[in-house]
């Protein structure tokens, strides 16, 4: 059952090439019947749904799984991350077991102990409500000349669908380079991704399973400040909108971070997953890369969910002309509702789209049933 979207037990190269591993039914229209006059109003930059729900970036490879995703009643569709340059995944070097996915129990993570030591395995036995896993891929890519014409046949495909897309990118640090570098090559990236069509594109200033600084840019608000600049300046269309996808962060420092970001910005992302050391069976590092591999899925819901109340606070605080979206531990209708409440205008989800894609039915389902009509439109 858990290996339909994603086959764990193999590196994410082999589930980029042959996944996803089923037939997606069109959820759609089933979902719209189901949703009547309930819903949750919501507007994604001109896009308007009753289901504010979308697939974050990294869960969804090529083109089947973008086209599976829209058929499985997600509305905003967001690519993997693309880099300028080629790059394969975090893979074994003989020490680790060759894949980029483990599961966790869910009970496990006490954000309290980021030092704390967590035990993966290959198998899942709990609700799949309870979804929480790991990850470590290091942000690989194909190079811009096999990843634009994708995109170029996925916007064709969601606007033919009624549905959003985002392009994600991430620069690629020049040994001998600096931030300035780094800065343009972020820009590089988006000014691809929109020649090929894409209307909305996020910069990741917040992967943890990357060695090098493109990881945890959203800590140093002057260094974002130069990427989102550089990037927003380099746009050939004044209508790009621009994202930033950010880590966990406190109030002051959401706040530091917006009042250098906020002028060239229109949304925020937040949040990516929570750094841990995660062992196997044996006591072995169970995922290849750096020291720490991503926690992400059920766990982190209210890490997730205070990190959008803190971008709200600083929102309106500051009186920002921004949008916050919801990210991170949605992996049931009553997670969703937690975002919606917390002030997200929409939530995506990473870990649900591959280990519990019926997610949007389920949310619809949840929605119709209670009855809950709302408008988050301001
Ligand atoms: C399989 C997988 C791959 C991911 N790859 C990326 C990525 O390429 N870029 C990125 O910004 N975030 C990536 N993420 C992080 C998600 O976008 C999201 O921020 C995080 O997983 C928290 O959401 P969740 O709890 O719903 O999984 C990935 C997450 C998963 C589960």
Redesign the pocket.
């Known amino acids: 059952m858990f290996d339909k979207r994603?086959q764990i037990t193999k590196p994410f190269e082999f589930n980029k090439e042959n996944g996803p591993f089923e037939e997606i039914d069109n959820k759609n229209s089933q979902i719209k019947e189901i949703l009547g006059e309930n819903g949750i109003d919501a507007d994604f930059f001109g896009f308007k749904t009753k289901l504010p729900i979308g697939v974050?970036?990294?869960?969804l490879y090529n083109k089947n799984y973008m086209k599976g995703a829209a058929n499985d009643g997600f509305e905003v569709i967001?690519w993997?991350?693309f880099r300028s340059v080629a790059r394969l995944a975090h893979r074994s070097n003989g020490d680790f077991l060759g894949h980029?996915?483990v599961f966790i129990k869910s009970d496990m993570f006490d954000k309290s102990k980021t030092d704390n030591v967590l035990k993966g395995s290959l198998e899942f036995n709990e609700d799949k409500e309870k979804v929480s896993?790991t990850?470590s891929?290091g942000?690989p890519s194909t190079l811009p000349s096999v990843w634009m014409p994708e995109i170029v046949d996925i916007e064709k495909f969601t606007e033919e669908n009624n549905k959003q897309t985002i392009a994600?990118v991430?620069g690629t640090p020049d040994e001998n380079g600096g931030i300035s570098e780094l800065a343009d090559d972020y820009a590089f990236c988006a000014r691809m991704c929109e020649l090929s069509g894409a209307k909305i594109i996020?910069v990741?200033l917040?992967?943890p399973n990357v060695k090098g600084k493109e990881g945890s840019i959203f800590k140093n608000p002057k260094d974002a400040a130069l990427i989102v600049k550089r990037t927003k300046e380099f746009f050939i269309n004044k209508n790009t909108k621009l994202l930033m996808?950010v880590g966990y962060c406190e109030v002051e420092e959401y706040e530091e971070l917006l009042k250098e970001t906020s002028p060239y910005i229109d949304g925020v992302?937040a949040?990516?997953?929570i750094p841990m050391t995660v062992v196997d069976k044996e006591g072995m590092q169970a995922l290849p890369g750096g020291s720490k591999s991503?926690i992400?899925?059920?766990p982190?819901?209210d890490m997730?969910v205070q990190a959008v109340k803190n971008l709200v606070q600083v929102k309106e605080k500051l009186n920002l002309d921004l949008r916050i979206f919801g990210?991170?531990?949605?992996?049931s209708p009553e997670a969703f509702m937690k975002h919606i409440d917390a002030g997200a205008e929409f939530v995506?989800?990473?870990?649900?789209?591959?280990f519990n894609p019926e997610l949007p039915t389920q949310i619809a389902k949840y929605l119709a049933k209670n009855n809950i009509k709302r408008s988050i439109i301001k």
Do not use: D, H, Q, R
Not at 327 to 331: I, R
Not at 348 to 354: N, S, W
């Open positions: 994603y974050a970036a990294g869960p967001c993997k991350t980029n996915i896993i990850n891929f942000m994600s991430v996020e990741n917040s992967c996808k992302v949040i990516n997953t991503g992400c899925g059920y982190i819901l997730a990210c991170g531990g949605v992996t995506f989800v990473g870990t649900a789209a591959l």
